[in-house]
């Protein structure tokens, strides 16, 4: 296990060690969804905000693009733990499949 598949779980730990001290625990796998859903609408919001023609109004709070980045990652290690999925496996298997599936997609880089 490399060191960024060791820091993956131990945020995953961080997140069900904090969870687990309430009754509620972790919500529903549909809850979940709308958690992530809800949390990518915000983070597209303040992407428009910055790159994008719709500028915030002055009564808006002044938020950045990596907290909203920040509270959507949490959301997905919180859905990933309440199914028993580990993060690093997921991801594994991701790069996997688009390494072999996209390595002659683009166009290299010369010196590579």
Same mark, same amino acid.
């Given at each position: 296990?490399t060191?960024?598949?060791n820091?993956?779980k131990?945020?995953?730990?961080?997140?069900?060690?904090?969870?687990?001290?309430?009754e509620?625990?972790y919500f529903?796998?549909? @809850?979940?969804?709308a958690?992530?859903?809800?949390?990518?609408?915000?983070? @597209?919001?303040?992407?428009n905000?910055?790159?994008g023609?719709? @500028?915030?109004?002055?009564?808006?709070?002044?938020?950045?693009?990596e907290?909203?980045?920040?509270?959507?990652?949490?959301?997905?290690?919180?859905? @990933?733990?309440?199914?028993?999925?580990?993060?690093?496996?997921s991801?594994?298997?991701?790069?996997?499949?688009?390494?072999?599936?996209?390595?002659?997609?683009?166009t290299?880089?010369?010196?590579q």
């Amino acid at each position: 296990m490399t060191n960024s598949h060791n820091d993956l779980k131990l945020m995953q730990e961080r997140v069900d060690n904090f969870i687990s001290q309430f009754e509620e625990g972790y919500f529903s796998p549909l @809850a979940m969804t709308a958690r992530m859903t809800e949390e990518l609408g915000e983070l @597209a919001r303040e992407v428009n905000h910055y790159y994008g023609e719709k @500028a915030k109004k002055s009564s808006e709070k002044e938020k950045l693009i990596e907290e909203e980045l920040g509270d959507l990652f949490f959301v997905l290690i919180t859905f @990933a733990n309440s199914l028993n999925i580990d993060l690093s496996e997921s991801f594994d298997m991701s790069m996997s499949k688009i390494e072999q599936r996209d390595q002659n997609r683009f166009t290299k880089k010369e010196n590579q």
